[in-house]
Structures are given as structure tokens and as C-alpha cells.
């Protein structure tokens, strides 16, 4: 597993000449990062009796926090196998037509969770950059850097992870899958959008 | 060392209630990932018969990426000694006059240390997100969209490393070192805005 390796051979195994582990895998590490950023920001204001008035959203943000950063973890290795998954259907036998037809199933749902499964990314992303927004604003300003961070590595996880979805989506044959996926992502880049100004806003306010 | 964790680690080691590691090691952390992405692309373009022209460039990415993969990474543990270091001056005896004077200058060091420190990560994420661009636009096309994420965890290792650089420049009291890192910011901050609309250009003609 590439979140069981050390950082220096998980930097080692994404710089070799091995197309996988990729873009995805490192967007959804992006935003577990940005996550756990985001809890140790939490962590440094809950118990602080100078935040005594937000105790409890930020005890709120935290768990949500953890949550998300521990799913985002799990992506990092997901992606990969759904990427190694995509490239094993296109080695399947296509002498027959009946293997041509198992083939073609094959590389459909193979390609169709490779993008879905970004678009996951995406979300849990935006949410972990809504928690780094507001902790931002409410938590412990010794640490808005770091809440600052987080939010930058949310939004760079979002939109790496949806380069990922572009460049799959063309080869899904599903009109219909299409358009869902087209219109999850408009929605993700609206919102991601706001809360991105938000976050430069709020930091140059606390930090300058 | 933190980049001789495993990943889940690194990770738990974030996210607790500890305010090191933090936000500038992460951004550096996001540097050293983005080089390792651009130094895959490269290695999936040299040697590809599609892609003969532009071999002697590729290599020469490839050669720089790997460099600066590598000292981003180193800036991970650096950056959060670099910190540790000025808690450490800030915990100096000040009783006397004479250790007054003392742990002033000590802060003084340590705090210009840990702004110059970021300073240096910004610059070389600048230099990973030019690299991305230009792979992007060069290189191998199956790998766009890991060319793209590159740039993206350059840009954010960048904006998050200036963070830090802000969070600690009002500490600094020697004005002639105030100007220039000021000056050098607004440097970098202007590149990277002409590399990043750049990046999203060509991801858009490549990816979609």
C-alpha cells in the first residue's frame, strides 16, 4: 500500500517511470493532508479557554475533519488500483466477438469507477476546504497558517482530482453517466470557486 | 524525520495537537510531490519514439525536477525545525538584562531563519510549476493530467510556503531585510500568477 510506504519512497515510486502512482493518487493525498492540517488546527483551539465560545463547532469540525482526511487517505491507494484496473481491461483477449463484447464491458465500468472515483475526491475536498475556511476564521490565530495551508491543499486536491475525471470522461460511452458526471463537476468548481476567494480573503485578513 | 515516515504517520503526526510539524512543511511536502509528478512525466516521454524531438529538453527537466524534488523534501524536516527553533529561543531566560539582550537576538535569528526558509520553498515551487507547464505542453500526452496535478502541488506549495513567510515577517525587526523579502514575494507571487493562468490553458487544450 502507497500510504504504508515512507514519504521518501512514496516520492521515489511517484517520480519513476511507472505511470502508476499518479495525479490522482496525490490529489487525494493533497486533501488528506488538508485535512489533517485542519484537525491539528481544531486540536490547538478546543480546551483553549481563549475559544471557549466556538468550543463546540470546532468540536464538530474536528470529527468531520478526521473523517475526511482518513477517507481521502483510503483514496490514495484506490485511485491506483482503479487506474491498474483500467489498463488490466484493455489487456483483455479481443479475438472473438464475444471477447471483443467482454473487453469493451470491461473497460466501460473499469473507466466509469476511474472517474467516479475522483469525483469523490473532489467532494471530500470541497468539504475539507469549507472546515478550512471556517476554522480560519474561528480558531486559534497562532495556527492560520496552517488552517491557510490546509484550505490550499484542499483546493489543489479538488482540482487535480478533476483533471482526473476530464481525462477519463471521454472514454465513457454512457450519454447519460456523462451528464451527471458534467453537471457534479460545474457544481464542485462553483462552490470550490467561493470558498477558494473566501479563503484568500479571510487569510490576508488574519495573517497579512 | 518526518519524510522517513510512513505516510499514515505523517499523517497522525499532522492532524495532533501538536503545532509541529504544520502548514510549512506541508507546503514544502506539496513542492517535493509536484517534482516527483514532473519527473514521472518526464521519464514516460524520454525514449518514447512519439516524442524524439524534444528528447534533449525532456532530459534536462527531468534532471532539474528530480533536484528539486529532492530539496523540497529535505525542506520538510528543515521547515519544522526552523520553527521548533524559534520556540525554542522564545523559552530563553529573561531575567537580566544581559539575557534579554540575548534571547532577543536569538529570536531575531531563528524567526528570520523561518521566514527565509519558506521564502526558499516558494521559490523552488515556482521553479517546479514552470517545469510542469512546459511537460504539460511537451510532454507525454497520456500523462497530462499527472503534468497538471504537478503544477498544481507547485502552486499550492507555493501560496501555502508565502503563508508562512507573512506569518513571521511581522516578528522580523530589521526593516532592510522586511523590503526584500517583501520585494521577493511580490516576485514570485506575480510568475506564479502567469505560470498558474498558463498551467489551466494548456490543461484545458490537453485534458478538456
Known sequence: ????MKVT????ELGSNSPAPGGGSIAALAGALGG???AMVCRLTVDNTKYTEVQSEVAGILAEADILSGDLAACVDADTEAFNNVMAAY???KMTDQEKAARSAAIQQAITHATELPLGVA???LRVLALAVRILAIGN???ASDAAVSGLMAHAGLHGA???V?????SIKDQSVHADIQAKMARIIKEDECLHNELVAVAGKVIG
Open 1 to 4: 500500500m502507497l500510504i504504508q
Open 9 to 12: 519512497e512514496l516520492l521515489a
Open 36 to 38: 489533517a492540517l485542519t
Open 91 to 93: 489487456k483483455l483477449p
Open 123 to 125: 467532494s471530500s475536498c
Open 141 to 143: 490565530s497562532n495556527a
Open 162 to 164: 478533476l483533471y482526473n
Open 166 to 170: 476530464k481525462i477519463n470522461l471521454g
